[in-house]
């Protein structure tokens, strides 16, 4: 097991914990799953043999914490390992939305595309409101909606100014 020596206001943000609580404790003390998430054989690694070391993006969960982490780990010249690790579940969870999204669309054409596309969008994203619109005039001052998904349900297809609207910029 390796023994934590510092940590930045990043890590306590992820972690939600402060610096002072963590700094000397056991990192399996800290991220009960770390084993299991593979961190622990990365620094047993990079401890070994001096190389650098990329993690690919991978899920960690205990009964605390839960998010997608990224991490690169390498040796100090005073034998000390050092982990950066980038919170990717921003990402990870935009690529699950949008693999949902096309799993529910497949074999969808036409009409029936455009529905089904802004009902996977709302659904993977938790959205009460998902438009899908297509400009009317070749000023590009009015907008005519092709699906709409509104609380639940496909909604009537309008057009409306986009004079005001978020949209507009």
């Avoid at 009960?32 to 990329?54: I, M, N, R, S, Y």
Wanted: a neutral charge; glycine letters at 8%.
């Amino acid at each position: 097991d390796f023994i934590l020596k510092d940590f930045n206001r990043a890590g306590e943000i992820i972690s939600g914990n402060k610096k002072e609580n963590l700094q000397g404790k056991k990192i399996s003390a800290m991220y009960p799953d770390a084993k299991e998430f593979g961190l622990l054989k990365v620094f047993q690694h990079v401890w070994k043999t001096g190389k650098p070391e990329q993690s690919p993006a991978k899920l960690y969960k205990d009964e605390r914490l839960t998010f997608w982490a990224d991490n690169y780990v390498y040796k100090l010249p005073s034998g000390e390992i050092v982990a950066i690790f980038d919170d990717v579940t921003k990402n990870k969870r935009i690529e699950e939305a949008l693999q949902f999204t096309i799993k529910g669309t497949v074999g969808s054409t036409g009409e029936g595309f455009f529905r089904s596309l802004v009902q996977y969008l709302a659904e993977a994203l938790g959205a009460r409101y998902a438009m899908l619109s297509e400009l009317i005039e070749p000023e590009g001052k009015k907008v005519k909606t092709i699906a709409i998904w509104v609380n639940g349900r496909i909604a009537e297809n309008f057009e409306y100014e986009l004079a005001g609207t978020p949209c507009d910029n």
